[in-house]
């Protein structure tokens, strides 16, 4: 019969490892938000290592243009559940590993069910409003949170959250970016991103995971790890806790896909936040309120009777819009255009 702890000998044998660090990795629950170029990685070497649970939740399909950076998927995947994929292969990999896939978006209103289950969380995700999301929701929770990000040739990693010695928290996302939701950083299809940086970053996400239930001592618990895989250059630098508070979670902007909006137009005041140029070059109908130019259109908006959709290229622009127009008129129905109108541009 076969020695079950085996395929871990190589990481056991490690000075201070051992059965025991051993035992707490089959002992810990880990949930990885986002299945893309940082999941994938982080997901693989945390199966290897030994993690006992691991759940994945992404409500996002395999396209093409996914396959040069998120390597658990094939050209045969394309137009699959990610989650469903991911947990086929990763059980292939290690059978003895539980992996939990949730094939939904992750929302305010179920990240709390979501996360209560786990004891660290990793975020893997390309949008700002879902990484604000689960850091309030980690941050109310008590729970550790692995932030992971890249663009182009850059990438940062850092653990958010961790209770200290004195029984304070290690500062969270909100300390360091706390206007992260009005960011206008383009996500990987947009500004581009080199494969093998998401690899290198999603593996350093599954270090820290393994390193916060095994030697937590030596975690990113208040530091920022930064690399540049074109110079090859990497730093390390501290961070402070601010007098940001947290008290609730951000309502999650609320998304239409173009064949949803296509089917009900006429059931839906359209709104392009684009600016004027970008409206004149193309555009799928609609007025046409720049972003930063909807509050002097609150009048129109008070008085219309139909449902709001604003879109924009990607679907950035179009969320800021959704939140500007709901602290405004919070009992509006308000809907942000799921990734904007770049892939019809030139049909």
């Known amino acids: 019969m076969s020695n079950p702890l085996e395929r871990y000998h190589c990481q056991m044998a490690l000075p201070g490892f051992g059965a025991s660090s051993q035992e707490l990795l089959k002992n810990a629950k880990v949930l990885i938000v ?9 997901a693989q070497y945390l199966t290897s290592s030994g993690i006992g649970t691991i759940g994945l939740a992404d409500n996002d399909t395999v396209s093409e243009s996914n396959l040069h950076r998120q390597i658990l998927y094939a050209p045969e995947d394309i137009g699959k559940s990610k989650v469903d994929v991911a947990a086929k292969k990763l059980h ?15 929302t305010s209103e179920n990240v709390m069910d979501l996360i209560s289950e786990f004891d660290l969380i990793i975020e893997g995700t390309d949008n700002f409003e879902t990484k604000c999301l ?52 383009p996500n990987c299809r ?20 393994i390193k916060y239930f095994t030697h937590p001592e030596d975690s990113l618990a208040g530091k920022l790890w930064m690399m540049n ?21 951000p309502q999650t902007v609320k998304t239409i896909t ?13 709104i392009d936040v684009r600016t004027p140029q970008e409206h004149d070059e193309f555009n799928i ?9 909807l509050q002097s259109h609150s009048d129109y908006i008070s008085a219309c009777p139909k449902s709001i959709v604003v879109y924009c290229l990607s679907g950035k622009r179009s969320a800021e819009a959704v939140r500007k127009i709901k602290n405004i008129f919070p009992g509006k129905k308000v809907y942000s255009l799921k990734d904007g109108i770049q892939k019809y541009k030139h049909i």
Do not use: H
């Open 92 to 106: 292939q990999q290690n059978p003895s590993v539980k992996i939990i896939p949730f094939n939904f978006l992750v």
């Open 229 to 249: 895989v074109l110079n090859g250059k990497t730093q390390i630098i501290k961070l402070r806790k601010t007098s940001v508070q947290i008290t609730g979670l």
């Open 285 to 293: 109908g609609g007025i046409n309120f720049p972003v930063e130019e």
């Open 34 to 42: 986002g299945m893309g170029g940082l999941g994938c990685p982080s």
């Open 134 to 185: 689960l850091n309030d929701a980690c941050v109310l929770t008590g729970k550790p949170l692995i932030y992971g990000a890249i663009y182009q040739y850059e990438g940062q990693v850092s653990i958010w959250n961790v209770i200290q010695k004195n029984g304070t928290y290690s500062p969270n996302y909100r300390d360091v970016f706390p206007n992260a939701e009005e960011s206008q950083v």
């Open 258 to 270: 173009f064949e949803q909006l296509m089917q009900e137009k006429d059931l839906f005041e359209i």
């Open 190 to 209: 947009e500004g581009g991103v080199l494969p093998t940086l998401a690899g290198i970053v999603g593996c350093m996400q599954a270090n820290e995971a």
